[in-house]
């Protein structure tokens, strides 16, 4: 099973086992002193991982968000104040203007992996 952005030319590391994630849900990881929330949504077969940082709450709380999707796009809902992000490109979708990093994530061999 893959589930990765396009990223052909970037360093894969390994961030957990796939047993790690809950499924529908988010956990956080740190990835040289960054905090990454990443999401397993096994239904659709994709992995998803953003900056765990809410720039509203100013808190690194999205990995505790809500998962699902508006129009058909992949997004989390803070648990702050319920602004959505775009799980693929780290988008705001109430606020064009704040965008947060999104990141190439992949599982290979029942390892999560991220991208760098």
Request: contains cysteine; charged residues 25%.
């Given at each position: 099973?893959?589930?990765?952005?396009?990223?052909?030319?970037?360093?894969?590391?390994?961030?957990c086992?796939?047993?790690?994630?809950?499924?529908n849900s988010?956990?956080?990881?740190?990835?040289?002193?960054?905090?990454?929330?990443?999401?397993?949504?096994?239904?659709a077969?994709?992995?998803?991982?953003?900056?765990?940082?809410d720039?509203?709450?100013?808190?690194?709380v999205?990995?505790?968000?809500?998962?699902?999707?508006?129009?058909g796009?992949p997004?989390?809902?803070?648990?702050?104040?319920?602004?959505?992000?775009?799980?693929?490109?780290?988008?705001?979708?109430?606020?064009?203007?704040?965008?947060?990093?999104?990141?190439?994530?992949?599982?290979?061999?029942?390892?999560?992996?991220?991208a760098?």
């Open positions: 099973m893959s589930a990765e952005m396009k990223n052909e030319s970037a360093e894969w590391v390994d961030i086992s796939l047993d790690a994630l809950q499924p988010g956990v956080c990881a740190l990835v040289e002193g960054r905090q990454i929330a990443i999401f397993y949504m096994p239904k077969d994709k992995v998803y991982a953003i900056d765990n940082f720039p509203f709450g100013e808190a690194n999205l990995s505790r968000g809500l998962i699902g999707d508006l129009k796009e997004v989390v809902a803070s648990p702050l104040y319920k602004q959505h992000f775009n799980l693929e490109t780290g988008q705001c979708l109430e606020d064009e203007a704040v965008k947060i990093g999104a990141y190439a994530v992949r599982i290979d061999a029942q390892k999560v992996q991220l760098l």
